[in-house]
C-alpha cells in the first residue's frame, strides 16, 4: 500500500514538471498579431542603425533577424514584433 501512495506522488510530481516545461516552452514573444509591426519597418530602422539584413522571418513570436550590424559583425537577434526591444541576441 506504501508504494502506491509512493507511485501516486511520483505521478503527480511528474505530471506538475511536464506541466511547468510546457509553459517554459511557450513563445519568447507573447504579443498579439494585430499588435505587430510590419517587418519592413523593422528591416527599415535596423539599415538607418547601419545593419545589413541578410534573412529575417519570425520565430517564437518574435521576428528574428541574421545579419551584420554596423561595425560588421554578424548577429542573429530576435525582436519584440510591437516594440522592437531586443528579446535575444547571438553574435
Known amino acids: 500500500m506504501k508504494s502506491m501512495i509512493v507511485s501516486a ?4 510530481a511528474l505530471a506538475a514538471t511536464l506541466a511547468a516545461g510546457s509553459a517554459a516552452a ?6 498579439p498579431k494585430a499588435e505587430w509591426q510590419p517587418q519592413t519597418a523593422l528591416q527599415q530602422k535596423l539599415e538607418g542603425e547601419g545593419w545589413k539584413v541578410k534573412k529575417m522571418k519570425v520565430d517564437d513570436g518574435c521576428y528574428e533577424v541574421y545579419g551584420t550590424d554596423a561595425e560588421g ?9 510591437k516594440t522592437f526591444a531586443v528579446v535575444k541576441s547571438k553574435s
Open 26 to 31: 511557450s513563445d519568447k514573444c507573447s504579443v
Open 9 to 12: 506522488t511520483l505521478a503527480a
Open 73 to 81: 559583425k554578424r548577429m542573429e537577434v530576435y525582436f519584440d514584433p
